[in-house]
């Protein structure tokens, strides 16, 4: 016989002997398996443990962020653009200028109020100088009065009757131009008010040319370019179109209509969770303001949740899945769904007692999720419960009870 026989012959007598050892395990098991059941005669239950659970239904709800401001940035005067600064897409600080208008007609509006507040100046100069000699004036000729009445009383017939009139005359006159003179500083002064206030204003309006941010944002669009002619924004033509529009996207608004069924349960600062799908990411944001009242055709109350946007990741626009947590409890016992023997409105459940005997156990049922049902009454924390099969037993059955294959307590919820 060849070498190569040999090794073939070998090789053959080696698998016969593997598969003859391998037939001789199976049938050992087998037999054990067998000596076990006809030992005790009970059937094997599945069982699991009645632990705590975490109960919660989640609504979800679309929306879409928004700004946290969005405005049309329009002239407060009529004007043409002298220069525009920004466009599409350009980030800007509050205070910057956007754009300078050129207003020809108000620079010279304000030229002439200028030169008004200067001649109501002139004016208040001259009516005081009026009143200082009217006051002169005055002075003298009640002095002169005062003389000549003293000395026609020392002495009767010293000073002619006339003179006296005369001088008391004149002294009543000084007084009345000493009242004029008064009035006409007053009208002055109230005129170089009014001059001055005119002057504000106009310079009020000047400053208006100089178009700037009310906030830090970004221009999401741009209405007008250098040259064109803008209305006041305060005028009610059709004309007064915005120059720029400008959003604070720095931080996010997502508005969402909460059911009139979870409303009540809206509070300031809960945590909300959202599905950005064109980022394919979630993020979190917190309820800031909500209506507290309902919408009556919708039956739904708005709220909002505030996003922080540092980085500009999140864009006005984008679309999202809010997943809103209500009805949420903690640590509630709980069993698996398939434990659970429903007949009508009653449900059971079989327990395996100390001594390894089937009992059918009535439960009060609460909150329910797609793995656990929350048990009210009827069970006590670490009962064993049979899960699966449940047909193959019955309530005084002996059985041997075989821990289940691990279900999550706690399955990975949004919370």
Request: net charge negative.
């Amino acid at each position: 016989m060849t070498k190569k026989k040999w090794i073939l012959t070998g090789l053959g007598l080696a698998v016969v002997a593997g598969l003859s050892w391998l037939w001789m395990g199976r049938g050992t098991s087998e037999a054990e398996s067998a000596d076990k059941s006809a030992n005790t005669g009970h059937a094997t239950a599945p069982v699991v443990l009645a632990e705590p659970h975490d109960f919660g239904d989640t609504l979800s709800i679309s929306g879409a962020f928004k700004p946290f401001q969005d405005v049309d940035i329009h002239a407060k005067v009529a004007g043409y653009i002298k220069v525009i600064h920004v466009d599409v897409g350009d980030h800007v600080t509050k205070g910057e200028t956007l754009a300078v208008l050129e207003v020809p007609e108000l620079q010279a509006q304000l030229a002439g109020a200028d030169a008004a507040v200067r001649r109501a100046k002139e004016d208040i100069g001259r009516a005081q100088g009026d009143l200082e000699r009217a006051k002169s004036s005055h002075a003298a000729a009640h002095l002169m009065y005062t003389r000549l009445n003293d000395a026609s009383k020392t002495r009767e017939g010293l000073v002619a009757q006339q003179e006296i009139d005369d001088a008391q005359a004149k002294d009543l006159e000084s007084e009345a131009q000493v009242s004029s003179a008064k009035s006409a500083l007053s009208a002055a002064e109230q005129a170089f008010d009014v001059a001055q206030a005119n002057q504000k204003q106009i310079s009020a309006l000047s400053d208006y040319t100089r178009i700037t941010a009310p906030f830090a944002g970004v221009i999401t669009n741009r209405y007008a370019d250098t040259g064109a002619l803008v209305a006041a924004g305060t005028s009610s033509s059709t004309q007064a179109i915005p120059v720029v529009k400008l959003a604070q996207v720095s931080v996010l608004r997502l508005v969402l209509p909460i059911p009139e069924s979870v409303a009540g349960q809206i509070r300031v600062g809960k945590v909300i969770k959202v599905h950005v799908y064109a980022l394919n990411r979630d993020y979190e944001g917190k309820v800031s303001r909500f209506a507290d009242a309902l919408n009556e055709q919708t039956r739904t109350m708005e709220t909002e949740i505030d996003f922080q946007n540092p980085t500009g990741e999140l864009m006005p626009g984008m679309y999202v899945e809010a997943y809103f947590q209500h009805n949420q409890k903690k640590n509630a016992l709980a069993v698996p769904i398939e434990a659970v023997v429903r007949e009508g409105d009653q449900a059971k459940v079989l327990v395996v007692d100390s001594q390894n005997t089937i009992q059918e156990r009535p439960v009060r049922l609460g909150q329910e999720d797609s793995l656990f049902a929350e048990v009210t009454g009827g069970l006590s924390k670490d009962d064993r419960i049979v899960v699966g099969n449940l047909g193959a037993f019955r309530a005084g059955q002996k059985v041997l009870p075989k821990e289940a294959a691990a279900t999550p307590v706690n399955p990975s919820r949004d919370q």
